[in-house]
């Protein structure tokens, strides 16, 4: 089965930017042979390739990626370890449902750090929980949900008003925000560099490697540019690039979202906002509103506007129009900062499956996938490929039931009515601009909130 598409960003990812130069693996050459071939080094693949090495330490792993570590989505992101789901129903299975998210977040998020303080992993790893925020200062239904979703989950929140966001925020924008502790912010491209650089001696990690050609049986054979891997097992972990492939059609939806980081700011600026913590604030629906951090580094991310993307591939001149609009964005919640220019700005591809569930779990004989992320990868792509090594490699870990009970995708039509469903959604998530819903609809199944 031949790759069509392969991921490709063409422009910087700003957080790599601030990053000394990475020595990056030299691409596969020849003929090899592994136990397991893990495609894709994301938060799943490196998961993944950690654990099964772990757990069979004579078995030899081959991770391969694409591109290069830390400038794939799982480098790019806006920084957010979420510990919790951002939307719950009023089912008991909603409940259970958002309960396996919990535990499943929360445990990611712990992985996580357990790896950041073993190895000392250098991703300003900080433990400042987040505020979700909206411009009105009236408990609006959709703020009412999120609050009600806390109080299931029995997380504890605060309410804040305007004179209460402003004095943490350094902002006035906001009329009405809930600040929830237990995520992690950080910079991811640090900390995809550092999982990768600290993975078990039996893993051969091989970056600029794109898989061209499956060929699944006993063993499987993966061709890439410079050479071929056979393989006891196979592990899908490429994201929404996964919709290639057999068993893996019709499920997942490729979208992009564009960030930008400021230069940081010099101390007078920061007296200017009144010298607040760093911070990261969600929006309310991720279509339409911006994701916003103040980081340890005193710069300001924003995070916004989302694309249909099908082919992988984003335009420079679509990030063009970004920088522009991340400019307006900055300046209307800090517009005593005009003196501060934007440093950096980038896109990067994530993938939705219509009804929110993953594709995790045995596709065939010696074949695995952990796909679809649907956001909030960093903590739950890490868990679902932990939990998946797990299952392949026949260890118990009652995780494994919480990945199983989130379900499978449901199915997406094919192109072109695809674009034109996905083309509405985003239209009307952004005329509404208050309701996270993303895709579907298209027929009868329940939309879900997302959150990058
Ligand atoms: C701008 C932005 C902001 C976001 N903010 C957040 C956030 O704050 N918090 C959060 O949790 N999540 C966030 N996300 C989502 C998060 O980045 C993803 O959920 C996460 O990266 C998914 O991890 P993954 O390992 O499944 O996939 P990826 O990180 O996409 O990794 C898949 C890998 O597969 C490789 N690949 C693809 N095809 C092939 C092939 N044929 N051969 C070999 N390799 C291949 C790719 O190069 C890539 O490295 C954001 C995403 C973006 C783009």
């Known amino acids: ?35 397991w071939l893990v495609v894709g080094a994301g938060y799943a693949g490196l998961a993944f390739a950690r654990r099964v090495a772990e757990n069979r330490p004579q078995d030899h792993v081959v991770l391969i990626d694409a591109g290069t570590v830390g400038d794939n989505a799982s480098g790019r992101n806006s920084g957010f370890a979420i510990d919790i789901p951002h939307s719950v129903g009023s089912t008991v299975a909603e409940l259970r449902t958002a309960d396996n998210y919990k535990r499943l977040l929360q445990a990611g998020t712990a992985d996580l750090k357990a790896l950041v303080l073993h190895h000392r992993i250098a991703c300003d790893w900080r433990e400042q929980g987040k505020f979700q925020a909206a411009v009105s200062p009236e408990l609006t239904p959709a703020m009412q949900a999120y609050a009600r979703a806390l109080e299931t989950l029995k997380v504890p929140f605060e309410l804040l008003d305007k004179a209460a966001l402003a004095k943490r925020l350094g902002t006035g924008y906001y009329g009405l925000g809930i600040f929830s502790p237990g995520c992690v912010l950080l910079n991811p491209a640090a900390l995809t560099r550092g999982l990768a650089d600290h993975l078990p001696a039996n893993v051969s990690l091989f970056e600029r490697t794109p898989a061209l050609d499956f060929n699944f049986g006993s063993p499987s054979e993966v061709q890439t ?14 994201n929404g690039a ?3 492939l057999p068993g893996l059609a019709n499920q997942l939806v490729n979208l992009s979202t564009y960030a930008s980081l400021t ?9 200017r906002i009144g010298h607040p913590d760093d911070w990261g604030l969600t929006p309310l629906s991720a279509v339409a509103g911006a ?8 710069r300001v991310l924003i995070r916004q506007q989302v694309r249909h993307t099908p082919q992988l591939h984003n335009r420079a001149a679509d990030s063009e ?36 569930a993953p594709r995790w779990g045995q596709l065939g004989p010696n074949v695995y996938a952990a796909v679809g992320c649907n956001g909030a990868g960093i903590s739950k792509q890490t868990i679902a490929g932990t939990t998946l090594a797990d299952l392949a490699s026949g260890v118990d870990n009652p995780l494994i039931a919480d990945m199983q009970a989130l379900g499978g995708p449901s199915y997406i039509p094919p192109r072109p009515v695809l674009d034109l469903g996905v083309k509405a959604m985003l239209n ?15 027929r009868r199944i329940r939309p879900k909130r997302v959150v990058f």
Not at 225 to 238: C, D, F, K, M, S
Not at 264 to 269: F, I, S, V
Not at 325 to 354: C, K, N, Y
């Open 242 to 244: 996964a919709a290639q």
């Open 291 to 298: 994701t916003i951090r103040y980081t340890h580094d005193h």
């Open 1 to 35: 089965m031949r790759v069509r598409h392969l991921p490709l960003d063409d422009n910087v990812n700003g957080w790599s930017a601030l990053l000394p130069t990475r020595q990056i693996t030299a691409p596969l050459q020849g003929k090899h042979a592994a136990d």
């Open 263 to 271: 230069q940081p700011l010099t101390p007078e600026q920061r007296q």
């Open 428 to 442: 009307k998530a952004i005329q509404n601009g208050s309701s996270g819903v993303l895709i579907t609809r298209m």
């Open 321 to 356: 129009r970004q920088v522009s609009q991340h400019r307006q964005i900055f300046l209307s919640r800090f517009p005593e900062l005009r003196d501060v220019p934007m440093a950096h700005s980038w896109s990067g591809l994530i993938s939705f499956t219509r009804n929110g």
């Open 225 to 238: 540019p410079g050479g071929e891997i056979r393989a006891r097992h196979v592990v899908i972990a490429t």
